[in-house]
């Protein structure tokens, strides 16, 4: 089935540290997003990339890094600069050109600093 | 880019019709109007879309108005497996533009 896998789904940080998130689609789809989520709030955008190899911030992006070698795959890291990493983090897409689309988010990975 | 209002939160009883409302007075042209339902620990998942006029599918209605600067998402007959946030998100979604969520509607269904 076509759709979007992020891994892992539950992650837990020591202070300092770097984690990477992994957002995978089989969709053909050329454009994706992350966004950050907290308790009882909406979703913020971190990055976005319309194609492979080019991406721009979102509003909250520092901290953060993203990559976008393969049309595929739009890895996240959360680097130690982020201050306040704990929370819910959801990676969607969308076709990129030619018509309205729709975003199609994956179940989401659980960061939680210990 | 399209800010977006929408009430925090919204209670309703089994059987009635819910009628959401979001305000984006700053709309531009190809913006198209999107609405989502999220459950709690889950990503989001699209409802229903629409650029002007009446829009309606198996599970709900989308109307905009001909000045485009607010839309109403009906749900028919909500059930309590209705309870979720719903997200009203504008943008030009095919052109992989910024695309900026607000705060969303909590829904309520109690029976």
């Known amino acids: 089935d076509g759709g979007i896998t992020q891994s892992p789904k539950y992650l837990f940080r020591k202070e300092g540290q770097n984690v990477t998130l992994s957002c995978e689609q089989n969709?053909?789809?050329?454009?994706m997003y992350w966004y950050r989520q907290d308790p009882g709030q909406g979703l913020r955008l971190i990055y976005y990339?319309?194609?492979?190899?080019?991406?721009q911030k979102g509003d909250i992006a520092e901290g953060y890094s993203v990559s976008r070698e393969k049309k595929e795959s739009f890895p996240l890291t959360v680097t130690s600069a982020q201050k306040n990493p704990t929370a819910f983090y959801l990676c969607?897409?969308?076709?990129?050109?030619?018509?309205?689309?729709?975003?199609?988010f994956g179940e989401g990975s659980r960061l939680t600093v210990l | 880019l399209a800010k977006t209002t929408q009430p925090i939160s919204m209670d309703s009883y089994e059987g009635q019709e819910v009628n959401i409302t979001c305000s984006h007075n700053?709309?531009?042209?190809?913006?198209?109007i999107t609405w989502y339902q999220q459950f709690p620990s889950q990503g989001p998942r699209f409802i229903i879309q629409?650029?002007?006029t009446k829009v309606t599918n198996e599970v709900a209605s989308l109307f905009i108005p001909a000045d485009r600067k607010s839309s109403t998402l009906s749900l028919p007959r909500v059930s309590l497996s209705d309870t979720a946030v719903y997200y009203c998100?504008?943008?030009?979604?095919?052109?992989?533009?910024?695309?900026?969520f607000g705060t969303g509607t909590q829904l309520k269904v109690e029976l």
């Open positions: 969607a897409s969308s076709i990129q050109s030619g018509n309205t689309g729709e975003l199609f």
């Open positions: 969709l053909n789809h050329d454009a």
């Open positions: 990339s319309q194609i492979v190899n080019d991406f």
């Open positions: 700053n709309i531009a042209t190809n913006d198209y």
């Open positions: 629409g650029y002007k």
């Open positions: 998100l504008v943008g030009f979604t095919g052109g992989g533009n910024k695309l900026t």
